[in-house]
């Protein structure tokens, strides 16, 4: 499966952006589907995830009740909502895939990556 990642740019402090993943060459929809950032100097982190059924989901901590993932299936894309963004968002946003229905939280775990998206939270 091939990804592709958009939506990122400059935001102000407080804004808000939606990424979307979109999916070609497989059937997307038996695929879980986590977005990463990665950040100048840090590791790249998991900061959301969706099940391929999309009734499982997972946040980490920083942007828990801040951004919300959700997929459409017949569109074959998976969407990150990102409100209420922070300079501490800044980073180089991936989306990737695991052709599993359930999520996994580890990085090595995700099979298929799309370039990433840049996004820039300015204070």
């Known amino acids: 499966v091939q990804l592709q990642a958009s939506g990122g740019g400059l935001v102000q402090t407080g804004g808000s952006l939606k990424l979307s993943c979109a999916a070609s060459?497989?059937?997307?929809?038996?695929?879980?589907v986590g977005w990463f950032r990665q950040a100048p100097g840090k590791d790249r982190e998991l900061i959301a995830a969706?099940?391929?059924?999309?009734?499982?989901?997972y946040y980490a901590d920083s942007v828990k009740g801040r951004f919300t993932i959700s997929r459409v299936g017949a569109k074959n894309t998976v969407y990150l909502q990102m409100n209420s963004l922070k300079p501490e968002d800044t980073a180089v946003y991936y989306c990737?895939?695991?052709?599993?229905?359930?999520?996994?939280?580890?990085?090595?775990?995700?099979?298929?990556w799309g370039q990433g998206t840049e996004v820039t939270v300015s204070s």
């Open positions: 060459g497989r059937t997307f929809s038996n695929y879980a």
């Open positions: 969706i099940s391929a059924s999309g009734d499982g989901t």
């Open positions: 990737a895939a695991r052709p599993y229905l359930q999520i996994a939280t580890t990085t090595g775990r995700y099979d298929y």
